[in-house]
């Protein structure tokens, strides 16, 4: 890979992280905390129900929305927000 490529493959990542970013700034922690449960209760309530796959199915939301609620608040304390000097504190 020569020096241009990497650099253009560099900023192109970098404007794509930083869009993914913006939107992800819109919704407060706490919203990813409460999808989860809410997830967590589905499949609770489809498990109960003799929907087991489904239960399953469901279950295996939790983490993936915790892991997406971290993200979103690794973004917001030392993502690019905290370097491009922006002031805008969205779910903080």
Request: glycine share 10%.
């Amino acid at each position: 890979m020569t020096m241009q490529s990497t650099q253009m493959s560099d900023r192109t990542e970098d404007t794509f992280t930083k869009s993914v970013e913006e939107y992800t700034a819109a919704l407060p922690s706490s919203a990813y905390l409460g999808l989860a449960m809410g997830a967590a209760a589905l499949s609770f309530m489809l498990q109960t129900s003799g929907r087991g796959k489904w239960g399953n199915f469901v279950a295996q939301w939790v983490p993936t929305i915790l892991i997406m609620g971290l993200y979103n608040k690794l973004v917001k304390v030392a993502g690019h927000d905290r370097e491009s000097g922006s002031t805008r504190t969205m779910g903080r």
